[in-house]
């Protein structure tokens, strides 16, 4: 079974410039999600999909973070403008989204590095 | 409130050794999952082990076991017979109710020869 596929794996831009991300779940999982990490910190969610639509984006900054998942499969998030503090790993996860929330394991990429100068 | 607490910032180990991982949760749903996840240079994270609040025993996958203590809340992380390539970020992560992950700050293991 493939795993979450993610690209690119590295990407660096000049502040105020856009940047976008792209994000392949593993096969019949329903719920994908992004999240931003960090360095020396653990990663923190920035949008949850089950299926298309949109779970949980509450910690999304929306004013220059934008996400979407059409046909319930891939997924792409974008940074537009980036600002300096933008400089982390994003990771996508999936996960198969039925059952009791407490048993489902979440299956991540190999997140993209991003670095803003 | 922190979610998930990881008091060790960094740890060594012998090879072949046995090394444990402190993790401590606060929660307050009866129904969560705990999951540790290994996150080596590289930057993928990957699952490890899971252990369900209603679960009556530890968990083991392979070399990773599950100490749970749901009374203290506490659910550590023993590598037995450590390797090279063992070293590595280890977080623990709690899942409740909203099936959100929530991590903590992890704990860097480096193996020596």
């Known amino acids: 079974e493939a795993g979450v596929a993610q690209s690119p794996r590295y990407k660096i831009i000049e502040k105020r410039q856009s940047v976008a991300f792209w994000c392949n779940p593993i096969s019949g999982h329903a719920t994908l999600y992004w999240y931003q990490q960090i360095l020396g910190q653990g990663p923190k969610l920035l949008i949850q999909f089950q299926n298309n639509g949109v779970v949980d984006d509450s910690q999304l900054p929306k004013d220059r973070f934008s996400a979407e998942r059409l046909k319930g499969v891939d997924s792409t998030l974008k940074i537009q403008p980036a600002k300096l503090e933008d400089s982390a790993v994003y990771l996508c996860?999936?996960?198969?989204?039925?059952?009791?929330?407490?048993?489902?394991?979440?299956?991540f990429g190999p997140g993209t590095r991003l670095t803003v100068l | 409130a922190q979610k998930i607490t990881q008091t060790q910032p960094g740890m060594f180990v012998q090879e072949k050794e046995a090394v444990t991982l402190d993790c401590t949760y606060d929660?307050?749903?009866?129904?969560?999952?705990l999951f540790w996840y290994k996150q080596p240079s590289s930057g993928e994270m990957i699952f490890l082990i899971y252990q369900g609040s209603y679960d009556q025993q530890n968990a083991t996958e392979g070399r990773y076991s599950l100490n749970f203590q749901k009374a203290r809340k506490s659910a550590n992380l023993v590598i037995s017979a450590s390797q090279l390539g063992d070293s590595a970020m280890y977080f623990c992560?709690?899942?409740?109710?909203?099936?959100?992950?929530?991590f903590g700050a992890g704990t860097t293991v480096t193996v020596r020869a």
């Open positions: 929660t307050s749903d009866p129904s969560y999952g």
């Open positions: 996860a999936s996960s198969r989204g039925s059952g009791r929330a407490g048993t489902d394991t979440q299956y």
């Open positions: 992560a709690i899942v409740e109710n909203d099936y959100k992950l929530s």
